[in-house]
């Protein structure tokens, strides 16, 4: 499994804008951002093959951006329009093995970041 060291985060007021980073420490086939709000799920964000294909939840395609720079093994995520309900623990995932399209179950990364908390105030 691959290491991955995330960056960014913090609190922003609503309607802010915020990037997260990540680098892992070897190669990835895809890399996604998921985030997990109190009391519930883990939830994808967005994924982006190695390929740079990307895919959003309906939720954000239109306010956040993936990523990524193969030459530095590293993801990133804009976001931009928070919403107090963008308030999350936000983690970034990776999987080497290839798929023809990345997935969004998390349960099919096998490798995580350690996490960075986003808080959006109103």
């Known amino acids: 499994q691959v290491q991955l060291v995330q960056s960014g985060g913090g609190s922003v007021q609503a309607g802010g804008s915020l990037i997260l980073s990540c680098v892992a420490s070897g190669y990835t086939a895809c890399m996604g951002w998921f985030r997990q709000a109190s009391g519930k799920e883990r939830e994808r964000i967005a994924t982006i093959s190695r390929g740079g294909s990307t895919d959003y939840a309906d939720g954000v395609k239109d306010r956040f951006t993936i990523s990524r720079d193969n030459a530095k093994n590293a993801v990133y995520l804009q976001m931009s329009g928070l919403k107090p309900e963008d308030t999350a623990m936000y983690y970034c995932?990776?999987?080497?093995?290839?798929?023809?399209?990345?997935?969004?179950?998390?349960?099919?990364?096998?490798?995580w970041g350690q996490g960075t908390q986003v808080t959006v105030s109103s």
């Open positions: 995932a990776a999987r080497s093995v290839w798929m023809p399209n990345c997935p969004s179950s998390p349960s099919t990364y096998g490798s």
